[in-house]
């Protein structure tokens, strides 16, 4: 059975630093990545995906994440986070192109100034 | 585009009562999907259904229905409401096989009592 990871429940960077959220999955065979970030009381947005090919993929919001096939990780990156990064963050896989999401448990942001 | 609506936003209701949630897409998705959220446990996936008329379940379906008649409209039914379905309940849609991303709708937040 497939499953993601995530095994950061809560981070808390300064305004400015870098950020890594760390993703990681169990599949047999290449599976369709994904990051998604939840502002408070909002649905889900797309951050990045990754489907083939480069395995460093370049999302919205300045964000990006590098596929590992040794490591079955997906981690998420960006070199100066904002404060309006404050959000919940989640990774997911699919083993059907875009459908059937599984998700990992969440990793919940926090920006101090 | 309106693109993925659902109602109501909150509801609240007494164990062994009955409801429809309401999920609206305008996209022209074939794919449909309802999710529920709960704390420490990210997303899951609970129906599906890949175009009018046709609907399959997904990790964790019991104590719900579905069914989809129109392209647009995805319901998702509660028989009879526990309170282990008190959640936030997300819908979303995609164009079926392809790379797009899933657009969720703003979700719903159900308690029972």
């Known amino acids: 059975a497939q499953s993601v990871t995530q095994p950061d429940i809560h981070i808390t960077v300064s305004e400015g630093a870098s950020l890594e959220l760390r993703c990681n999955y169990s599949y047999g065979a290449t599976p369709y990545l994904f990051w998604y970030v939840q502002s408070p009381g909002q649905g889900l947005q797309l951050l990045l995906k990754y489907f083939s090919g480069d395995t460093l993929v370049q999302g919205i919001k300045g964000f990006e994440a590098e596929f590992k096939r040794s490591q079955s990780s997906f981690n998420l990156r960006k070199p100066s986070v904002h404060w309006s990064d404050a959000a919940e963050y989640f990774c997911?896989?699919?083993?059907?192109?875009?459908?059937?999401?599984?998700f990992g448990t969440g990793t919940r942001l926090t920006i101090i100034p | 585009n309106a693109g993925v609506t659902q109602t109501p936003k909150f509801q609240v209701l007494k164990t062994g009562q009955s409801m429809t949630l309401q999920c609206a897409q305008d996209?022209?998705?074939?794919?449909m999907s309802w999710y529920r959220q709960d704390p420490g446990m990210g997303l899951r996936l609970i129906h599906y259904?890949?175009?009018?008329?046709?609907?399959d379940q997904g990790e964790v379906p019991n104590g719900y229905n579905v069914s989809r008649s129109t392209t647009e409209d995805f319901p998702l039914r509660l028989l009879s409401a526990a309170p282990s379905q008190t959640s936030v309940y997300f819908c979303?849609?995609?164009?079926?096989?392809?790379?797009?991303?899933?657009?969720f709708g703003p979700g719903t937040r159900l308690t029972v009592l």
């Open positions: 259904s890949v175009g009018a008329g046709i609907t």
């Open positions: 997911g896989l699919s083993n059907f192109g875009n459908e059937k999401l599984t």
């Open positions: 996209m022209n998705h074939e794919y």
């Open positions: 979303a849609s995609t164009l079926a096989g392809s790379t797009d991303t899933q657009y």
